[in-house]
């Protein structure tokens, strides 16, 4: 099972469960729609594949040319793990 959910007074999107392939269509709807700096909170998630990192780069290249950014927090020590050995936590700003 996977959620989104964007809350705009706290310019964050919530991420729970599993971020994979069959998510993509889902995910896009909410991250498409950003258009200035963003926090997204993965706390309650438990997994991200290569599909999930994609929308977050896809957001990020969008965002940097704006000069925005997003800003990823709360992640448990795998999908942490994940953007320390792909080198991505020297991309994104990884708050917590």
Do not use: W
Not at 8 to 17: D, E, H, R, W
């Amino acid at each position: 099972m996977f959620n989104i959910e964007f809350k705009p007074k706290a310019n964050t999107i919530y991420l729970s469960g599993k971020f994979d392939g069959s998510r993509v269509k889902v995910a896009n709807e909410t991250f498409d729609k950003i258009t200035s700096s963003v926090t997204v909170d993965m706390e309650n998630l438990d997994y991200i594949s290569s599909a999930g990192i994609g929308i977050l780069i896809q957001t990020y290249v969008r965002l940097k040319k704006s000069d925005q950014q997003i800003i990823l927090t709360n992640l448990n020590n795998h999908i942490r793990e994940v953007f320390k050995i792909s080198k991505l936590d020297t991309v994104f700003d990884i708050g917590n």
